[in-house]
């Protein structure tokens, strides 16, 4: 699920386009995975209809809970970056967004510890002269580039202004 481009202005070309890094799926895989397993064996130790219709339903909802909660959340998630401007959308029902144009924006600083830094990802913390201030993008892929990406379009976007 992209970024529609109806929603971009005749002029703006996205530059970036990302969904949060893939580590934020390694715990809910996991945990997908000691259900499965627990359940099944659960599954073959029982022996009574109901037991297992009990355990199916169980399973199906940690199933949903833990993981497929947070992969369609990972999945909604999208940071868009364009040469106008900053795109945050977030939520599975509901849709959250938030527009930062590039013109507005005074400061980009990423953070990453050492887990972060090995894996290539990080916080991304957007400083803008709006009324809201800042916006903060965690677990941002390539975010040292990103960082040098948006950078450049910030100070562009200051020359044409």
């Known amino acids: 699920m992209g970024y529609p481009s109806k929603l971009l202005s005749e002029d703006e070309t996205i530059v970036l386009e ?3 890094h893939w580590k ?11 259900v499965a397993g627990v ?3 659960l599954f073959s130790v029982i022996d009574d209809s109901l037991g297992r219709e009990i355990l199916s339903a169980v399973a199906v909802l940690l199933v949903l809970g833990l ?13 868009v970056i364009t040469n106008k401007r ?19 924006v005074n400061d980009v600083t990423f953070t990453h510890n050492l887990l972060e830094r090995m ?4 916080t991304l913390l957007v ?22 990406t948006l950078y450049e379009l910030v100070e562009q976007a200051g020359k044409d202004s």
């Open 18 to 20: 990302t969904h949060p």
């Open 39 to 41: 359940a099944g064996f």
């Open 127 to 148: 400083e803008s002269a709006g009324e809201r201030g800042q916006v903060q993008l965690t677990e941002v892929p390539r975010v040292e580039q990103t960082q040098r």
């Open 67 to 79: 993981a497929l909660v947070p992969f369609l959340r990972w999945r909604t998630t999208l940071f």
């Open 119 to 122: 894996l290539g990802c990080g």
């Open 86 to 104: 900053v795109v945050v959308r977030t939520g599975i029902l509901s849709r959250t967004g938030r527009d930062i144009p590039l013109n507005r």
């Open 24 to 34: 934020t799926l390694v715990l809910p895989i996991v945990e997908l995975l000691v």
